[in-house]
């Protein structure tokens, strides 16, 4: 079963920053927090992870509660091609599986 | 460039019927994984392969086989005894275990009749 909890659907106006919200209070010392999102009929597509610090890269943001029990994703300027659905995943770094909640749907709209 | 393949992306067969989807990566990963997605849903593992000739079941394995003789080839044969095999089907693969980014397909859409 999936660790995580996440909204089932979120909207955003374009150009304004999405935060999508995911709640892991189960997991453990040595699992990180990671990120996909599935365009529409396409394959998911990796975006951030992180295990307790807050992290960067070209495509989002990923702040993480201090006590690990939740973290928030962050597109800081929202564009159409960002509508999706976002999947928060907790899984060990050596472990074999990769598994996979309902994710937050999000729309973007103009 | 480098990726996975996946082939056909469209595919459609009688009930009862035996079909093998096909998974190519030129990635050089190690680990190879097939997901199926239901409408609304999201991913299930069915089988996964960490090395050449080695594979373990996933979640929801019953009705399924895979083989893996070579290290860029993954097929997964959804067999007569799938109950339910209409699904979307995704091939991921990563180059070992420390690699955390995930590569996927573009996915299989079975349909059967």
């Known amino acids: 079963d999936a660790k995580t909890t996440q909204p089932t659907s979120m909207d955003c106006a374009e150009g304004r920053a999405a935060n999508l919200p995911c709640n892991h209070s189960?997991?453990?010392?040595?699992?990180?927090v990671y990120w996909y999102r599935q365009i529409h009929s396409q394959g998911p597509q990796y975006i951030i992870h992180?295990?307790?610090n807050n992290e960067t890269n070209e495509m989002a943001s990923l702040i993480i509660t201090e006590d690990r029990k939740s973290s928030t994703l962050i597109l800081p300027h929202a564009t159409l091609r960002d509508t999706a659905v976002y999947y928060c995943i907790v899984k060990g770094r050596n472990t074999d599986k990769l598994i996979f909640g309902t994710g937050t749907r999000l729309q973007v709209f103009p | 460039d480098g990726g996975i393949t996946q082939s056909p992306k469209y595919l459609f067969r009688k009930e009862g019927q035996n079909v093998t989807l096909s998974c190519e990566q030129n990635?050089?990963?190690?680990?190879m994984y097939w997901y199926r997605q239901d409408p609304g849903q999201g991913l299930r593992l069915i089988y996964y392969s960490q090395i050449v000739n080695d594979f373990q079941k996933g979640d929801i394995a019953e009705g399924y086989s895979v083989s893996r003789e070579k290290k860029e080839s993954f097929p997964l044969t959804v067999t007569s005894a799938q109950k339910n095999p209409t699904a979307f089907y995704l091939c991921?693969?990563?180059?070992?275990?420390?690699?955390?980014?995930?590569?996927f397909g573009s996915g299989t859409r079975l349909t059967v009749v």
């Open positions: 992180g295990l307790k």
């Open positions: 189960t997991i453990s010392g040595n699992e990180y």
């Open positions: 990635l050089n990963h190690d680990a």
């Open positions: 991921a693969s990563r180059l070992d275990r420390a690699d955390y980014g995930y590569t």
